[in-house]
T-cell receptor, first 113, second 117 residues
């Protein structure tokens, strides 16, 4: 069955510390992978996406993600977290020619001053 | 600015009422989507539309209805048959994957929070 797993429901980091949010997927076709961020009461904003090519993808707000096919993972990273990064982060997987995304259940990030 | 608008931001429904949530986009996207978001459950697809006058059920379509009379608009009606409608509703749009171009990226509106009184 197709699925996306975000193992960490909540993560707390100190401002200035590095961050890694995990995403694992199970998908039969070649996946297209996305990370979105959602502030409270707001819609989802696209951080970055992977379709093909270089497996290290740069996104907005200083985020990057690495696609590892052997591990079925697409982890999101940031070298130094800012207080404004506190939000909920969603990983999603889709495929060429299909309309349906599968979303993970999200990871809520808290940033300590 | 191009984007997706949803209205209202907050909506309250009494038992037995139908309510309609608005979604408009000026991105010239063919495809539009409605998702429901509940705490701890991520996003679940309610309906999607690939083209004007056509739409398909998603994973949780029961108790909802949609129309797609214009490319820019994809309203969602939450009917009285939906027993637990309190949730955050998100609309999204994308280019059509069937256009032969790359996988479509979905862009989201700001959402509507629906509460049943």
């Amino acid at each position: 069955a197709q699925s996306v797993t975000q193992p960490d429901i909540h993560i707390t980091v100190s401002e200035g510390a590095s961050l890694e949010l995990r995403c694992n997927y199970s998908y039969g076709a070649t996946p297209y992978l996305f990370w979105y961020v959602q502030s409270p009461g707001q819609g989802l904003q696209l951080l970055l996406k992977y379709f093909s090519g270089d497996t290290l993808v740069q996104g907005i707000k200083g985020f990057e993600a690495e696609f590892k096919r052997s591990q079925s993972s697409f982890n999101l990273r940031k070298p130094s977290v800012h207080w404004s990064d506190a939000a909920e982060y969603f990983c999603a997987v889709g495929a060429s020619g299909t309309y349906k995304y599968i979303f993970g259940t999200g990871t809520r990030l808290k940033v300590l001053a | 600015d191009g984007g997706i608008t949803q209205s209202p931001k907050y909506l309250f429904r009494k038992e037995g009422q139908n309510v309609t949530l608005s979604c408009e986009q000026n991105l010239n996207h063919d495809a539009m989507y409605w998702y429901r978001q509940d705490p701890g459950q991520g996003l679940r697809l309610i309906y999607y539309s690939q083209i004007v006058n056509d739409f398909q059920k998603g994973d949780i379509a029961e108790g909802y209805s949609v129309s797609r009379e214009k490319k820019e608009s994809f309203p969602l009606t939450v009917t009285s048959a939906q027993k637990n409608p309190t949730a955050f509703y998100l609309c999204a749009s994308s280019i059509s994957p069937s256009s032969g171009r790359r996988a479509s990226t979905q862009y989201f509106g700001p959402g509507t929070r629906l509460t049943v009184l």
